[in-house]
Each structure stands twice: as structure tokens, then as C-alpha cells.
């Protein structure tokens, strides 16, 4: 699936709309004395409500409200076109469009591939002609190419930029490249090479409570206090999400260290707005002369696993 994101903030407003429309439609068709009709608009503002109240939970980072709040809008819709077969077949939209919106490409591809047979069982759309299928296939195209296009210049951009999207620090592929080239040469010249790996404890939450802007913000401190204390040649990369590994070529393990202490000081003293004092782990992982270098990436990316649990 490629990469979905949408701002904690728009999700939050989308659901809050959501209920308020549900609302409202329940109140019509009450109004209008659809009795009939009213158990599914009922039913689905609680679900909405429960979704609204696990979105805003602290801690629960899924798709499980988006998915609550798809399967409401297929059931509204479902359902109103089961209880009054003259409804204008424009709201065969909707669910096509929320399906894009609030899930990966992959995901909303099958869905509306699978929902497809499903609405011509209906009795307001047996009898539609075959204009309103061809209309639904080019719905579902039109909605997936842009979605393709971008993860398609996504994927370009990130086999020709060296650098994370995120923030001033290489990417996990040119960072295992440089890496293994600084690997090799220490190797054959019989010199040093440390690298110390650095964990942001506070990243998850900040994009949690603050959003993604506090998420980068946080990423752009670290990157920007740990480039300008380091020298010209060494390299500092994304590993993960909440994990960097800055690389010290021709460094020994006691001038490993004395970076560690410098890095360790300088970003405790870097204040951010939503978060406060910045929180870094930091270690130092220096390679065997008898290991391979697969086997030395694989104790980086335990030694920063276990930064993370502590």
C-alpha cells in the first residue's frame, strides 16, 4: 500500500462533520415520517460518536475510526437506496469518494472493486442502465490516478533525493549506502569508525497531541543542533521513524563517546513550544573487526530498538 497520510486535525474534522450530517438526516427522515428508514442513520451516529471518541484517544493510532466511519457512509447509503429505489443515483458517489480519502490506494481500490456487484442487487439500481455502470468504473479511475501519480513521483523522488522527506538527514537507503562505503574503507585502511544512534522518545507523542507540525518540528531541532556540531564528513540519517544514526568515520570509541556527551548536552538544552526540553537517547555501536556488515546494520537497528523500550 503505498504511504497515506491525513493531518490528526482534518481527521478530527471529518468526523465531527460526519455526526452532525447524521444527525441531521436522521432528524429529516423523522421529519418527513420515514419511521422505516431510521434505524440505520440511529445506529450509525453512535458508531460515528464512538469513532470521534477513539480518533481523539490518546495512545490509539489506527484505521479503525476511518474504517468505522467508511462502513457508516456504505451503510447510509446502502440503505437508502434499499428503502426508496427513487433516489437520485448521484450519492452512489459518496462512498466512492470516501473510499479514497480515508484509505491507502490498495485498500480503496479493492473496496469499491468488491462494492461494485453489491449496489446492482439493489432495487433502485437492477433496473439502471448501463451507463451508470460505465459511469461508476470511470468514477473509481478517476479517483485512484491521482493517488497512482503521486505515489508514483513519491517513489521518483525518493530513488533520486538522497535526503528524508521529513527533515535535513539522509534517507534509510543513502544511509545504509554511505555507510557500507565508510565500512569498507575503515576496513582497508585499518582506521576507526563509530556510529552512535539516537532515538526521539517524544515524536509519537507529539504528533498525537500537537499534530504533524510538532512532529517536524521536532525532527528539524534535532537534525539542525546535530549538524552544527558535527564535522563536514560525517553522516547523520533516518534509520526509522523516531531513530537516526549519525555516522563517525575515522572515530574511536572514547571519541565516540565525548560526541555522545557533547550531542547529549547541547540538544537537552533545545527548548521546543508544545513539547519543552528536547529528549534524546543516544548509544554508540562500534563495529567488529570479525563481522560481516549485514550482521553490524542488524545490531544498529537492535541497539535502537532497545533505545526505544527503555
Avoid at 90 to 118: D, E, H, N, R
Wanted: aromatic share 8%; charged share 15%.
Amino acid at each position: 500500500m503505498t504511504e497515506h497520510h491525513i493531518s490528526n486535525r482534518l481527521m478530527t474534522l471529518a468526523h465531527g462533520s460526519s455526526i452532525v450530517v447524521m444527525i441531521g438526516y436522521t432528524l429529516w427522515l423523522y421529519a418527513m415520517g420515514e419511521y422505516r428508514d431510521l434505524l440505520i442513520p440511529t445506529f450509525t451516529t453512535l458508531l460515528l460518536v464512538a469513532a470521534l471518541l477513539m480518533h481523539m484517544g490518546q495512545g490509539l493510532k489506527t484505521y479503525l475510526p476511518s474504517i468505522i466511519l467508511l462502513c457508516c457512509i456504505y451503510s447510509v447509503v446502502l440503505g437508502a437506496f434499499y428503502y426508496q429505489p427513487h433516489v437520485s443515483l448521484i450519492w452512489l458517489g459518496l462512498p466512492i469518494t470516501a473510499a479514497f480519502l480515508l484509505l491507502p490506494l490498495g485498500a480503496a481500490v479493492l473496496v469499491s472493486i468488491a462494492a461494485g456487484p453489491v449496489w446492482w442487487f439493489l432495487p433502485g439500481l437492477a433496473t439502471a442502465p448501463a451507463a451508470i455502470m460505465v459511469g461508476y468504473i470511470a468514477l473509481t479511475l478517476l479517483l485512484a490516478l491521482p493517488r497512482w501519480e503521486h505515489a508514483r513521483r513519491r517513489a521518483l523522488l525518493r530513488a533520486t533525493d538522497p535526503n528524508d522527506s521529513e527533515c535535513n538527514a539522509y534517507h534509510i537507503d543513502t544511509l545504509k549506502e554511505r555507510l557500507h562505503n565508510e565500512y569498507q574503507r575503515a576496513a582497508m585502511l585499518n582506521q576507526k569508525l563509530a556510529v552512535l544512534v539516537l532515538h526521539l522518545p517524544q515524536l509519537d507523542m507529539a504528533e498525537e497531541q500537537f499534530g504533524h507540525r510538532a512532529q517536524i518540528a521536532l525532527l528539524e531541532a534535532l537534525c539542525s543542533e546535530v549538524n552544527s556540531r558535527c564535522r563536514d564528513h560525517d553522516l547523520l540519517g533516518r534509520a526509522d521513524k523516531a531513530t537516526f544514526w549519525l555516522v563517525l568515520p575515522d572515530t574511536s570509541e572514547s571519541g565516540a563517546l565525548l560526541v555522545r556527551e557533547r550531542l547529549q548536552r547541547a540538544l537537552s538544552q533545545r527548548v521546543l513550544v508544545e513539547t519543552g526540553h528536547l529528549e534524546v537517547r543516544i548509544a554508540a555501536c562500534l563495529p567488529i573487526r570479525t563481522e560481516s556488515f549485514a550482521f553490524y546494520v542488524k545490531r544498529l537497528e537492535a541497539r535502537g530498538l532497545a533505545l526505544a523500550n527503555v
